[in-house]
């Protein structure tokens, strides 16, 4: 028994606590009422004063009540209100024109009510006895109500726009934040395959190198043997393999290492200029056996800039070495230096090409990628794409440009001196 009354005065107490709005709204809006019923009953015997003293009381408690009652509805029957994402304004849009039309409803009947009740008042048996005040309290108290009304589902649909854009915004973020994770996750694992590949080709560079050297070395202890000149032509073909074998693998491994960002510069002043004229006097022989006329336009400005001179003497070595293999025989080619908008300095290098071009930038720069689909030049095909990673690695843009058979490679470096 005593278990019993436990449960039912917590079922009390939990009654209560969650109906306590509505509660409290009915009291206050019995005590409104009641107040309401004395102006009402008393309308000739009470003075002006007494009757406004009666309706603003009235009006105090009824509007309190209304509101608590109001507040406590708004909130039962859009508990479970979360429209859809792509809805949600469109929905409450019309919600709330829907409260707006009841409003105006109850607030019609209710000015219709206050214009009965005067009327009535005004046109009764005892009109010479009646103050007027309680007919104008009537019309006060309909606006006054109203508002109150307004008021109650403003402030609740405002709080729900918020509450539902908050939601939103929060939805938007974790899906942005989820996106971004997965995003990072594709990246590392792209970074991770990249990194696979350049350490496998670095392996295998490596791997390849270490008995090329010796095979190198016994090639040229074999040429100081007496030897016929049968074997001899042999040795010299061997020797003349190995060395291009030699230049491919130190190619691909310093591809492997600068696409893989671990490169380490040596920032120093280079006169580009000077550097171009270096490289004619290294390749000299190569120059002069290779049936092409080389023109240079080297610009007499200052060509000083700030940047690694091994990386960019293997850039530019490159791309001669590109005129050279791919050149058509008799033709010229021009090496050109000038300085565009003041603060970049440009190399070009245009050459007339001997094989039909087909492909764009993006091919032939690709690793192992040859202009030349017949093979039948020296290159390897990893030339351009050493340039294009050395040049981006110095800061730099590589371009090129194809017109018909005229090939022209174009680098531009910011001119950075010294002191800046």
């Known amino acids: 028994m005593v278990t019993k009354w436990k449960n039912m005065i917590k079922r009390i107490g939990r009654f209560l606590k969650n109906h306590r709005k509505l509660l409290l709204g009915i009291i206050f809006t019995m005590l409104g009422l009641f107040f309401f019923c004395i102006i009402i009953a008393y309308r000739w015997s009470h003075p002006t004063e007494e009757a406004l003293f009666f309706g603003v009381i009235a009006n105090v408690l009824t509007g309190l009540g209304i509101k608590q009652i109001l507040g406590f509805y708004l909130q039962k029957k859009y508990a479970d209100w979360l429209p859809l994402k792509e809805e949600f304004y469109s929905e409450w849009r019309m919600q709330w024109r829907k409260q707006q039309i009841i409003l105006g409803v109850m607030g019609i009947g209710a000015g219709i009510a206050a214009c009965w009740y005067f009327t009535y008042m005004k046109y009764s048996s005892y009109w010479a006895l009646s103050n007027y005040a309680s007919g104008y309290i009537m019309f006060g108290t309909v606006l006054i109500q109203y508002g109150v009304c307004q008021m109650a589902v403003i402030r609740f649909m405002m709080g729900r726009l918020n509450m539902l854009m908050e939601r939103m915004a929060r939805i ?203 093979r039948t030049s020296e290159g390897n095909g990893l030339g351009l794409a050493i340039v294009s990673t050395y040049t981006s690695a110095l800061g730099g843009e590589f371009n090129l440009f194809i017109d018909c058979d005229q090939f022209k490679a174009k680098l531009v470096f910011p001119k950075n001196t010294k002191e800046k």
Not at 172 to 185: H, P, V, Y
Not at 328 to 342: L, P, S
């Open 172 to 374: 938007n973020r974790e899906s942005l934040e989820n996106a971004l994770e997965i995003e990072k996750k594709s990246l590392e694992k792209v970074s991770r395959s990249d990194q696979l590949r350049v350490d496998l080709i670095t392996n295998v560079s490596h791997d390849l190198k270490t008995p090329l050297t010796s095979m190198v070395g016994y090639i040229e202890l074999m040429k100081k043997e007496d030897l016929n000149d049968i074997t001899r032509d042999y040795l010299e073909v061997i020797s003349d393999k190995a060395g291009k074998l030699k230049e491919m693998i130190e190619s691909l491994f310093s591809l492997a290492k600068a696409s893989s960002g671990n490169i380490e510069l040596h920032i120093e002043s280079v006169g580009l200029n000077r550097l171009i004229e270096q490289i004619f006097a290294d390749m000299e022989d190569r120059v002069k056996a290779s049936d092409l006329q080389f023109v240079t336009q080297l610009t007499e400005e200052d060509t000083d800039m700030m940047t690694d001179n091994m990386y960019l003497y293997r850039i530019c070595q490159n791309l001669i070495e590109n005129a050279l293999k791919y050149s058509a025989k008799g033709t010229r080619v021009f090496i050109k230096t000038y300085i565009e908008e003041k603060e970049k300095l440009c190399l070009e290098i245009t050459n007339t090409a001997g094989y039909f071009m087909d492909f764009n930038k993006e091919d032939i720069v690709e690793r192992f990628a040859r202009a030349d689909q017949a």
